[in-house]
């Protein structure tokens, strides 16, 4: 079990009312396993610098919550998480779909450092982690679904990632305000499938999820 600096008996219950709240039916092993991720991100957070949030509690809510938040809107075997920083929203997703396999990619070497740490540490065999750009990375095979949160713009994104997706795949963005002006620049090939206004427990800021398809 994780150490953590805030015990995860102060912290499991926040997190099982937001799951409750996000209709997310966990295991309690699925609970520990988020719990120690969150525990593994405070302890590493000092010397690697993988998020500006510090406190446990924001953690939970404005990292795992925001990362669930999606859960059920996201489709497909094979996903891949681009520029995925600390493994968000990559990580809490394998953890409640361990039936589903995910790659992590992100340039920053410390980043997938920390990520091989908690693949190995949480015993996450659905987890695979990258350093690479996005524009670098070949797969063997394409994926269904490709996440993102916070990592570029709505165009910026479908082209970069053009590559990694298979037919009839979704880019699922996540992004806080209702992006207009990037919608309005996506290539005449995407397609927006849907807009999701999201409601992430505790959380008191705007945030969506837009689901864009190749035409």
């Given at each position: 079990?994780?150490?953590?600096?805030?015990?995860?008996?102060?912290?499991?219950?926040?997190?099982?009312?937001?799951?409750?709240?996000?209709s997310l039916m966990l295991s309690d092993r699925q609970v520990s396993q988020l719990l120690d991720y969150l525990g593994l991100l405070e302890k590493w957070n000092g010397a690697y610098n993988l998020t500006s949030i510090r406190?446990?509690?924001?953690?939970?809510?404005?990292?795992?919550?925001?990362?669930?938040?999606?859960?059920?809107?996201?489709?497909?075997?094979?996903?891949?998480?681009?520029?995925?920083?600390?493994?968000?929203?990559?990580?809490?997703?394998?953890?409640?779909?361990?039936?589903?396999?995910?790659?992590?990619?992100?340039?920053?070497?410390?980043?997938?450092?920390?990520?091989?740490?908690?693949?190995?540490?949480?015993?996450?065999?659905?987890?695979?982690?990258?350093?690479?750009?996005?524009?670098?990375?070949?797969?063997?095979?394409?994926?269904?679904?490709?996440?993102?949160?916070?990592?570029?713009?709505?165009?910026?994104?479908?082209?970069?990632?053009?590559?990694?997706?298979?037919?009839?795949?979704?880019?699922?963005?996540?992004?806080?305000?209702?992006?207009?002006?990037?919608?309005?620049?996506?290539?005449?090939?995407?397609?927006?499938?849907?807009?999701?206004?999201?409601?992430?427990?505790?959380?008191?800021?705007?945030?969506?999820?837009?689901?864009?398809?190749?035409?």
């Open positions: 079990m994780v150490q953590q600096k805030l015990a995860s008996k102060d912290l499991e219950p926040i997190l099982r009312e937001g799951l409750q709240q996000l406190e446990p509690e924001q953690m939970l809510r404005l990292h795992l919550l925001d990362s669930l938040s999606i859960a059920p809107l996201v489709k497909g075997e094979r996903i891949i998480d681009v520029g995925t920083g600390p493994g968000l929203p990559g990580i809490p997703l394998a953890i409640i779909y361990p039936e589903r396999q995910f790659t992590l990619l992100d340039s920053n070497g410390k980043k997938t450092r920390f990520l091989f740490q908690v693949r190995t540490q949480l015993g996450l065999d659905n987890v695979t982690e990258n350093q690479s750009r996005v524009e670098a990375y070949q797969p063997t095979r394409l994926f269904d679904g490709v996440t993102s949160r916070a990592f570029t713009s709505l165009k910026d994104m479908v082209e970069k990632c053009a590559h990694l997706i298979g037919e009839n795949g979704r880019f699922y963005a996540m992004k806080g305000q209702y992006p207009a002006k990037e919608l309005s620049a996506l290539p005449k090939h995407y397609n927006v499938v849907a807009s999701h206004q999201l409601q992430v427990p505790g959380v008191d800021r705007e945030r969506h999820l837009i689901e864009i398809a190749p035409s």
